[in-house]
């Protein structure tokens, strides 16, 4: 029997709490500008070239985010750089809210973009080197559940705000939740696996009991920390990442994070309103789409997450169902759109049945296990930077998509675009199939030992 530690819920909630937090701050200045892009034009003048900049300003944002974000979390630990993304956060959502030029406007959206690159990185490392073994994939995808509710919550103030045409308080409301998570992070923990990294072991036993609630199993997780953490202490970053079991994990880090984009789940969160407003129907009735399948988003991954679906059925069984959702609602909506008359109720009524069919398949599979995934096997020395690479291969794929939808829409049509994100899907079923590997239920350190010794992708016992 272990020793235990009183209370460790408290510790452990209020640790989750923040790093949740700082991925509702993602979703929501990530999702608010599909609302707030309506109505921009109203006081700003936009061609449609700067339209797609102030879009798209946050997503090359993001890929510098995570960049940067994802060494220096090696470097400075987990907790400084969250608390670095809610400053940029702060600052981005108060200088876009105020913009007086579109030029201004584009500048700090892009430095909001900043902030989401780096928690897109940090905070699934976060909550992965957090929670237990047995937890993790649940825990992990805590992370994609409150991306989600801010999109929701973004979709709601949008909705609300729309018949105001109020665009700057749409931005401006992210400042609230930014100044709270700064002010929950001063006082917030690193995790133990960077508290060992940077020289702090027996913080991270503290941190280990509290999180634990038993002395002996924090204790016998310590040691494991503290021997891989010796094992690589001495060599370079460009030794890990050359050594042939870690580059076959960064090219399967590199491709999932380009598989969860090209399927075009972000046309969807940045263009929905304006594709069904060519659908014929009203900016307001587009926005009031958005907000309520925001709300069937959140009650699906919430049950994702209750049901602890990610570490009942794994990370692999998960990925393929949610390639078939995906494609099947995709082609729906393709065929429907290329067959049926531009302003047909059918048509209307057939893409928002499929939109929420595929938003909520991607919520509750890829959304959050890509992250889960990556979280897991990427060697403790790398973690950040590795994970700072996948996450440039997933903005990189995001921007491509992003820029491209409206003029591929133009150029060949709605339908066409969506049957060929479906068909991305079908290609990648296969690739799943073969290349990832099922990592549920193992801590972080025995996985690390089992890539290592394995010469595919399969891991070795």
């Given at each position: ?9 408290v ?22 500008i599909?609302?707030?892009?309506l ?10 070239l ?32 969250l608390?670095a ?33 780096i ?25 994609q559940?409150m ?31 930014a ?6 992070l ?34 016998r ?26 580059r ?112 909520n398949?991607f ?10 995934v ?5 060697p ?23 820029l ?58």
């Amino acid at each position: 029997m272990g020793t235990p530690s009183p209370k460790p819920e408290v510790a452990t909630r209020r640790v989750y709490a923040l790093g949740s937090l700082a991925a509702i701050l993602f979703g929501y200045d990530n999702g608010i500008i599909s609302a707030a892009i309506l109505f921009i034009p109203h006081e700003l003048p936009l061609t449609p070239l700067l339209k797609g900049a102030v879009v798209s300003a946050t997503v090359v944002g993001a890929m510098v985010g995570a960049l940067v974000g994802g060494p220096a979390a090696d470097w400075q630990g987990r907790q400084r750089l969250l608390l670095a993304a809610g400053v940029v956060f702060t600052i981005g959502a108060l200088g876009a809210g105020v913009a007086p030029t579109v030029a201004t406007l584009v500048l700090f959206r892009f430095i909001i973009g900043l902030g989401i690159g780096i928690a897109s990185v940090v905070v699934p490392l976060y909550l992965a080197e957090m929670a237990p073994a047995g937890g993790r994939g649940w825990i992990t995808s805590l992370n994609q559940y409150m991306i989600i509710v801010g999109t929701a919550l973004a979709a709601a103030c949008g909705y609300a705000l729309a018949f105001s045409a109020s665009w700057r308080w749409m931005i401006l409301i992210g400042v609230f939740p930014a100044v709270v998570l700064v002010l929950g992070l001063l006082a917030a923990p690193d995790t133990p696996r960077s508290l060992v990294r940077r020289g702090h072991p027996e913080r991270a036993r503290a941190l280990l009991v509290g999180l634990r609630g038993d002395q002996d199993a924090a204790d016998r997780e310590l040691a494991e920390i503290t021997e891989l953490e010796r094992q690589q202490r001495d060599a370079r970053l460009g030794a890990h990442m050359s050594a042939p079991w870690v580059r076959r994990l960064l090219v399967l880090g590199a491709l999932l994070a380009v598989f969860q984009q090209i399927t075009g789940i972000n046309t969807i969160v940045y263009y929905a309103p304006t594709v069904l407003t060519t659908f014929g129907v009203s900016d307001v009735t587009a926005l009031l789409f958005t907000f309520l399948n925001g709300l069937v988003n959140i009650a699906t991954i919430a049950v994702v997450v209750r049901l602890k679906i990610v570490d009942r059925w794994g990370r692999k069984p998960v990925l393929l169902a949610g390639l078939v959702g995906m494609s099947a609602s995709l082609f729906a909506v393709g065929a429907a759109a290329s067959l049926l008359p531009p302003e047909s109720p059918a048509l209307f009524g057939i893409a928002v049945a499929a939109f929420v069919v595929y938003t909520n398949t991607f919520s509750a599979t890829w959304g959050p296990v890509l992250w889960v995934v990556l979280a897991e096997i990427f060697p403790l020395a790398i973690r950040g930077a590795a994970m700072a690479l996948a996450t440039l291969f997933n903005w990189l794929t995001d921007f491509f998509v992003a820029l491209t939808f409206p003029t591929f829409t133009s150029l060949v049509g709605a339908g066409i675009v969506f049957i060929a994100y479906a068909a991305a899907g079908v290609i990648i079923f296969p690739i799943v199939w073969w290349m990832v590997p099922e990592t549920k239920q193992r801590s972080l350190e025995s996985l690390e030992k089992a890539f290592r010794r394995s010469k595919r992708f399969r891991l070795s016992e």
